[in-house]
């Protein structure tokens, strides 16, 4: 089968790469665009660690081909900050020791960010509910949960 | 090093919660860990693994394979040779298998190729010839005498009649005069147990990044606990010098004991010196649940006896591990744990190590405690049910304290164990109400914490800064810790230190990152570094004044004249030492290296409500706290960090993580979807409360903190599962299926 | 005389004592002694083992100074995750 040339915008920016028929978007961003920030932790789509937005919709990256990118806007960990200042989430995160190894982290960032764009102003159970596709091992949830609270207060101004 | 003397130390930055160094980079995607390098030429690495639980290799033909093009390189066991040292032998052949397959996803070949997509192609074409042989899986099965022996050869001598030659190890130990123990017992409970492997469920699969000369030079980048252990192993595996490979540990996306050994490194190398190109090796998820480390299955007895008012009399345990298809000593922690929290008269501990055909066990927090504690803490909270006496009054009542012979030989120092204990009877949530199926259940945990081998160097830059190299990966925020402990040494703020983990050309030796060693003896690594470097500056100063090196005393970030005999100069501030080190005899560096001694034990205490749902069995962990002496919190973000995660990962231990092994020996649920870790929607906040009672052996009093926090749950949430449900589970984990039934059966 | 507790595996390389007496000296001299006395604990001596003196754990220490009233519990070799 031949490659496919895909025509896409990536964090903003218009990219093109060519992929295989069944290449996913993961491995398309972290092999051939060098966007190592999304992390592989199952290929299945049971830990989210590799989300990144497609359309606006919240995706797990590897259960997309690279080609349906085409045409579409990819929002991935690496278009979230602007320049040097970190969104609110991100800084949250760092001052609430959202992290411990860091690896699932910009997949919760991305999922998170997603969920407060639809819902400013979730309730706890929302965020454990719209996380549970994210898995992480070291915190426990508990500082994650607090630390998207947090962002979301300073994202609605309060 | 002793605790400072000066107990009263007022800290400025310790127990501060500064942002950690590697933050950004982790938010951003900008922070690399173990499937993120390449190199120029790289190939991909893949490995064939055995379909069968237990079977012969009667030959491997890989003719259609090396075929293939793009096809580099191809390996088998014959690539490897045959170490003479067995510990080394045994990790090899969990690498690569040799003669036999001894596990569901033992490796049995690897390929170099062009592209993943070839690489996979290659194995399909590489035939194997198995003859099967009968398995094994479960521990107690293993040690029946009509076991399948999983390796000969094995056996523990004197290995007693009616046991598999399966069973490697035994041991016992204790005090005391158990008869006259169990006689004065007004109640006796005695009941076995089993727990599940678990698996550490790191988030990063293991992956590295080999590339190796013809001349014996190389080139390791992996996700590691341990660069330095990494090199060791791989040295001796591949017959070359340490000092030519040198092994950089990536950032790293979780461990939990799970990489403290190898799996695919020494075959990334061997595949790099076969195809002369670097190569690179990613594990699926189905390869790291069937062939890295899980931990222990368990099955176990334990018989206590207690007297009406609380106080233990006797108490007996037999555990019994498998670790695999490998020898492994796992159960000698179980066994040593199982009691510590207990003051006891007459206590007795049997242990026994059996093969399986299952992977080679891996450390896993606090390895072997959590199992054997969980049986523990169940009996003696069936006594204070049987009795009617309140758990943790019971608790206190017998627990260990300075000066208590533990039940594993040493009597024990300051401990923070009756401290934890009466920190939970004045919290408020051991008295909140509990509904309808609900119950409250509590456990102790104990871990023994480690120091061992550690360099650390500290660099004064001449802008006043400073920076350390130090040699372990950060886990969990220890490159925080250690600037923090740098920045109270030295007296400059948090934000003027750098720590960085260096490669193993970089600095000494330093122990893998486990035993919840990193805070206490790097931490106590960087103090002297410090200490050296203040002295080599009042040593600069003393030259630039003119007068003895010991009228020079260092205080709050400035080298100050000890007295009014030393003569009136104006304190130097690091900084202004810094600037002129050039002019003054050079750069200014402090260092140390040691095998740190003196790590504290650790206690915690955890409380837990549950409520059981009647008609599935599914339970619901609706509050939990978590209690832990952590001597000194340094940074105490990630000190409660620890123990919020460890308890999550107890709670996913006791509530549905588990191997589930089919009749044919393989292993049913290698995926995240089918060995279900805790997501966010299954648990409540865990509160925490850090007690400080200082560790003597540190000078700041720090006490391991990583491992303690897993041991506790597994009985916690059995204990309330039990109160909520009048029903005592012995088998882990207490699946919905497996709660229901036990329900159905009690009608 | 320093008294050494012996753990339970290795009790059989000392004729079932549970504990054995040794000159006062370093862990090193007494590792040594016990190798004369009881050449079945060598195997694993050389293998690492652990002690607990005090109630403080020692992952190896050659030159640690063990004195006649120190309580010393030889350990297995100790590992963590």
């Known amino acids: 089968m031949k490659n496919i040339h895909v025509s896409t915008t990536i964090n903003g920016d218009p990219t093109e790469f060519i992929c295989a028929p069944d290449e996913s978007l993961l491995d398309v961003l972290r092999d051939r665009l060098g966007l190592t920030g999304s992390k592989e932790g199952c290929g299945s789509g049971d830990c989210g660690a590799c989300s990144v937005t497609v359309n606006g919709r919240l995706v797990c990256s590897c259960l997309v081909l690279g080609a349906e990118a085409d045409g579409a806007a990819v929002e991935t960990i690496e278009g979230m900050a602007q320049g040097e200042t970190l969104h609110p989430l991100q800084q949250h995160f760092i001052d609430g020791a959202a992290l411990q190894c860091g690896v699932c982290t910009p997949g919760i960032l991305v999922a998170a960010k997603a969920l407060l764009e639809k819902n400013p102003n979730p309730t706890d159970t929302e965020i454990r509910y719209w996380l549970a596709g994210n898995l992480c091992r070291c915190t426990g949830y508990d500082k994650i949960i607090k630390a998207v609270q947090s962002a979301a207060a300073e994202m609605r101004g309060a | ?747 | ?81």
């Open chain 2, 1 to 747: 090093m002793p605790l400072d003397a000066n107990k009263k130390r007022v800290f400025k930055v310790i127990g501060t919660r500064p942002a950690r160094p590697d933050g950004i980079d982790k938010v951003t995607g900008r922070a690399l860990y173990g499937a993120d390098a390449t190199a120029p030429g790289m190939l991909f690495g893949h490995i064939l693994r055995s379909p069968h639980a237990h079977a012969l290799i009667k030959s491997i033909d890989t003719s259609a394979a090396e075929a293939l093009s793009g096809v580099k390189a191809i390996i088998t066991s014959k690539d490897f040779g045959l170490p003479d040292d067995s510990s080394v032998l045994d990790v090899q052949d969990n690498c690569m298998a040799r003669e036999k397959v001894l596990y569901d996803g033992h490796a049995v070949a690897a390929v170099a190729a062009t592209s993943a997509a070839i690489a996979k192609k290659a194995l399909k074409l590489i035939k194997v010839d198995y003859e099967a042989l009968p398995h094994v899986t479960d521990v107690d099965a293993a040690m029946r005498p009509d076991a399948p022996i999983v390796q000969a050869g094995r056996a523990m001598d004197d290995l007693p009649a009616g046991l598999s030659e399966n069973v490697t190890y035994h041991f016992e130990f204790g005090h005391g005069d158990m008869d006259a123990g169990f006689d004065k017992a007004d109640k006796i409970v005695e009941r076995s147990f089993k727990t599940a492997a678990t698996h550490q469920g790191y988030i990063e699969p293991h992956a590295c990044l080999a590339s190796m000369n013809s001349d014996g030079k190389g080139e390791l980048w992996c996700c590691t606990q341990g660069q330095f252990f990494v090199r060791e192993l791989c040295a001796d595996i591949l017959e070359i010098e340490a000092s030519q490979l040198r092994v950089t540990a990536s950032e790293i996306g979780g461990g939990f004991g799970g990489k403290t050994t190898v799996f695919i490194e020494p075959v990334a190398l061997a595949l790099s010196r076969k195809s002369g190109r670097p190569v690179k090796i990613v594990m699926s998820r189905e390869e790291v649940f069937r062939a890295s480390g899980p931990t222990v299955s368990s099955s176990s007895d334990v018989k206590i006896g207690m007297t009406k008012d609380g106080r233990i009399t006797a108490a007996h345990a037999t555990f019994r591990y498998q670790g695999g298809a490998f020898p492994c000593g796992t159960v000698q922690f179980g066994a040593q744990s199982a009691f510590a929290a207990y003051d006891l008269d007459a206590v007795q501990t049997i242990g026994w190590s059996v093969l399986t055909n299952r992977p080679k066990e891996a450390a896993y927090r606090a390895p072997g405690a959590p199992m054997a504690i969980y049986a523990v803490e169940s009996v003696v909270d069936e006594l204070c049910q049987e009795l009617g006496l309140d758990p943790l009054d019971v608790r206190l009542k017998n627990a260990a304290q300075k000066g208590t012979k533990s039940s594993y030989g040493p009597t024990f120092d300051d401990i923070g164990l009756k401290a934890t204990l009466e920190a939970a009877v004045a919290h408020p949530h051991y008295t909140a109400p509990l509904g309808p199926n609900q119950g409250r259940g509590l456990s102790c945990g104990f871990w023994f914490n480690f120091g061992g081998n550690t360099c650390v160097s500290l660099n004064v830059n001449f802008d006043g800064t400073v920076g350390i190299t130090e040699g372990n990966p950060d886990i969990g925020g220890s490159r925080a810790s250690i600037s923090l402990m740098a920045a109270e040494e030295l007296g400059i703020p948090y934000e003027k230190v750098r720590t960085i983990v260096a490669d193993t050309n970089s600095i000494g030796h330093n122990d893998i990152t486990d035993g919840s060693r990193v805070t206490f003896a790097v931490g106590l690594a960087t103090i002297k570094a410090a200490r050296d470097a203040k002295q080599k500056m009042c040593a600069r100063v003393a030259k630039i004044w003119d007068i003895d090196e010991d009228a020079v005393y260092w205080e709050d970030g400035y080298a100050k004249p000890s007295g009014p005999n030393a003569g009136t100069f104006d304190p130097m501030s690091l900084e202004e030492i810094a600037a002129i080190s050039a002019e003054t005899g050079g750069p200014i560096a402090g260092h140390h290296e040691v095998n740190a001694d003196g790590a504290g034990v650790s206690f915690g205490v955890h409380l837990v409500d549950v409520e059981v749902d009647p008609e599935t069995g599914a339970t619901e962990v609706l509050r939990y706290t978590v209690f832990q002496d952590a001597g000194k919190a340094i940074h105490p973000d990630y000190v409660e960090g620890q123990m919020q995660g460890g308890a999550v990962q107890g709670i996913g231990w006791a509530l549905n993580e588990e191997y589930i092994y089919g009749e044919d020996g393989r292993l049913q649920n290698p995926g995240l979807l089918d060995y279900r870790i805790p997501v966010a929607s299954d648990l409540p906040n865990i509160d925490t409360v850090i007690l400080e009672i200082p560790n003597p052996g540190h000078p700041y009093g720090v006490r391991g903190v990583g491992e303690t926090p897993i041991v506790p749950p597994l009985a916690a949430i059995s204990n309330a599962v039990s109160r909520a449900t009048g029903l005592r589970m012995s088998e882990l984990p207490m699946s919905p299926p497996r709660v229901l039934k036990a329900l159905s059966a009690k009608g």
């Open chain 3, 1 to 81: 005389m320093v008294k050494v507790a012996i753990w339970g595996s290795l009790r059989t390389a000392t004729d079932g004592k549970a504990e054995v007496e040794a000159d006062p000296g370093t862990f090193k001299q007494i590792l040594d002694q016990l190798v004369v006395d009881y050449p079945g604990l060598e195997p694993q001596i050389k293998r690492g083992v652990s002690f607990a003196l005090d109630g403080k754990i020692y992952r190896d220490a050659w030159f640690t100074k063990i004195n006649d009233d120190s309580e010393l519990v030889l350990m297995p070799y100790m590992v963590g995750g």
